[in-house]
């Protein structure tokens, strides 16, 4: 969402002939104060973004809006920057009937009175929802309470007072909710979010890529710090007399591994049009082991492909530790081994029963047998790993028999035309 955001900034500072000014301040600040900040000039936006999964979709409180939406901390923030910026929360999140509309309701009314030039007042009308958010500030954030309650020799603030500054926060707040999930922003994003810039430039191309160049930006610029000279070594004497205070330029320069300039994404756009390739999805390179190639014409996901693999490696390497010393080991293997086949055969009751259903119940299997009955040193999922040994073997079958063997040479075949 920081990137769609840094996207409908840049489209907004476009000029009419589709190009960017040499000018143009707008930028995009990661992990600093919030989420990320909105920077356009001397203006400001501090956003908090909030994934919610479909379970738990939307705030149903006031307090939840607070705590989980963080409009506690954007509050806090706020209040520390002079009640200057505007801020916004993003959320995959839908807003309940009730007390969150009634924050929804609340800050379209208050943005009025402030874009009017009004003082701000808090109305009977939304008297209620003002006062229930103020309670769930200084619950969720130990700061504010504080400075309300005149913690540290500042005098309190009345009620009414916060309640009027609860307000004004109000006017600046925008609640941007219902946005797609991560599930389906992948597949959405291009569209909705890159492929109005492309027209604004008269531009044809892979809109995909656009929007994947653009997102890397903000993967690298999220998890930024920049440089570090002295590592993790605290900042000592930091704050002894006659240290010259920051100013404004070497604290942006400190940030700068964390920003995203309209440049930035100008470049990331073009660069993205003339080579393509560069920011396409590497292609997944299929495992062709019988083992895998069996799981994945069974259906199995590739996770379970993977982890198949990695159990089966770890049980031959038990197997080979435990033979190596002990001379009754091989007859052990070959007994447990015919009892993995047994329960193979037990799980798999039907021909047609699915890969993914199969695998499922061998692990289940697995869970159950007691570790008593297992050989030394062996756990459920070395268990599992024998019986994945076994289907390398083609012993056991994901599915209904078929020649594996040219399922693979096939693979290899399409792998090797493609490089």
């Not at 973004?49 to 379970?55: A, E, I, N, V, W």
Request: charged share 25%; aromatic share 6%; hydrophobic share 40%.
């Amino acid at each position: 969402m920081a990137a769609a955001d840094s996207l409908a900034l840049y489209l907004r500072s476009l000029d009419d002939q589709g190009r960017l000014p040499h000018d143009c301040d707008g930028r995009v600040l990661c992990e600093w104060q919030e989420d990320w900040v909105l920077l356009e000039g001397d203006d400001a936006e501090l956003v908090s973004g909030k994934h919610r999964d479909p379970s738990v979709s939307a705030f149903t409180t006031v307090n939840k809006l607070a705590d989980e939406g963080g409009l506690a901390h954007l509050f806090e923030r706020w209040s520390v920057l002079d009640e200057t910026p505007l801020c916004r929360l993003v959320t995959t999140g839908g807003i309940a009937a009730g007390d969150p509309q009634d924050v929804l309701a609340a800050c379209d009314y208050f943005r009025q009175m402030r874009l009017s030039g009004v003082a701000i007042t808090v109305t009977d009308d939304h008297r209620n929802v003002v006062d229930k958010l103020r309670e769930s500030i200084a619950r969720y954030h130990s700061a504010v309470k504080s400075r309300w309650k005149g913690t540290g020799g500042s005098a309190p603030v009345s009620k009414d007072k916060q309640c009027t500054e609860v307000a004004r926060f109000l006017s600046m707040l925008r609640l941007d909710h219902g946005k797609p999930q991560r599930a389906h922003i992948e597949y959405a994003a291009p569209s909705m979010f890159a492929q109005p810039v492309l027209d604004r430039l008269a531009m044809s191309g892979r809109v995909a890529v656009v929007w994947e160049a653009v997102v890397r930006l903000f993967r690298a610029r999220m998890r930024a710090k920049g440089p570090i000279p002295s590592a993790a070594l605290p900042a000592v004497m930091a704050y002894r007399v006659g240290a010259s205070v920051p100013t404004a330029n070497d604290v942006e320069r400190d940030l700068a591994a964390r920003i995203v300039t309209m440049s930035d994404i100008d470049i990331a756009i073009r660069t993205a049009l003339a080579m393509p390739a560069g920011y396409e999805p590497v292609q997944r390179v299929p495992l062709t082991t019988r083992l895998a190639v069996k799981m994945n014409t069974g259906g199995c996901s590739d996770n379970a492909v993977e982890r198949a693999e990695h159990l089966r490696m770890e049980y031959q390497d038990y197997w080979r530790d435990r033979i190596s010393g002990d001379a009754l080991a091989r007859v052990e293997q070959r007994g447990f081994e015919r009892r993995l086949l047994r329960i193979n055969d037990e799980a798999n009751d039907s021909v047609s029963v699915a890969g993914g259903v199969l695998w499922r119940r061998l692990q289940q299997r697995m869970d159950e047998l007691p570790s008593d009955s297992l050989p030394a040193g062996m756990d459920a999922d070395l268990a599992l790993g024998g019986l994945c040994e076994w289907a390398n073997r083609c012993k056991v079958w994901f599915g209904q028999r078929f020649d594996v063997d040219a399922v693979i040479a096939r693979l290899r075949a399409e792998r090797e035309a493609a490089s």
